[in-house]
Structures are given as structure tokens and as C-alpha cells.
């Protein structure tokens, strides 16, 4: 997990705009009013105040996109000269109405990113 990504706060109150940009420990990457009431504060969290995050297994992240690599390149197998892109967690393809992989929302399983529509040109 990447824990150095961009957090945005909105502040309300002079107190809590200041004691944000006062900050030491967060690095201030932008700063913008939406409304004449409110300020919303882009920040990053400086890697010297980063505790480490219990919650994250390399190991365990490298298994499982292992583990989605096979079962990407398995279907690839399967779908052959019919593939016209892929990259590495998604494959376009030329449907012959046979050759569709199974669909799932869980791990494992394939989604249409497309909700049922189709690519009637690619390029």
C-alpha cells in the first residue's frame, strides 16, 4: 500500500488551516478555495514521520498478483489470435460469441469494464 499518495483535507476555520499548514510532519502540495467558506489542502505525509503499516504483506501482495498473472496469461492461452491487446490486468479481445471468458465480481474471476457495451472499432 502506498502510503506517501496525496491525502486532501478540507478546513472550514482559520485554526485548522493553520495548525494544517504547520504541520511538520506533512509535506503541503496545494492549496485551493471550492468555496469562499471552505479550503481544501493537498498534502503528503513526510517519510521520516511514516510508521510502518502493519496491514501490508509483501509476500502475500506478490502471491496474489502471481496467482493473477496465470490465470491472465491462462485465458490468454485459451482466447490465442483472437487477442487484440492486453496489458497487465486486462485483455481486449475479438468476441466470436464462443471464445468469452466466465464473468465474476470476485477474486479469480473476470469483469466486463465495458457493463455489456461493445468496441465496434479498435484501432
Do not use: C
Not at 29 to 39: G, H, N
Amino acid at each position: 500500500m502506498n502510503t506517501l499518495r496525496p491525502q486532501l483535507t478540507y478546513v472550514n476555520t482559520l485554526g485548522a488551516f493553520n495548525k494544517l499548514l504547520a504541520d511538520p510532519s506533512k509535506n503541503i502540495k496545494d492549496v485551493y478555495l471550492p468555496t469562499p467558506e471552505v479550503a481544501a489542502i493537498q498534502w503528503e505525509s513526510k517519510r521520516e514521520f511514516l510508521s510502518q503499516d502493519a496491514s501490508t504483506n509483501i509476500f502475500i501482495a506478490t502471491f496474489t498478483t502471481a496467482w493473477a498473472r496465470i490465470k491472465l496469461y491462462t485465458e490468454m492461452d485459451k482466447l490465442d489470435r483472437s487477442i487484440l491487446y492486453h496489458d497487465t490486468d486486462s485483455i481486449i479481445y475479438a468476441s466470436d460469441g464462443t471464445n468469452d471468458p466466465p464473468l465474476g465480481n470476485f477474486l479469480e474471476e473476470f469483469t466486463d469494464e465495458l457493463d455489456g457495451d461493445e468496441i465496434a472499432t479498435f484501432v
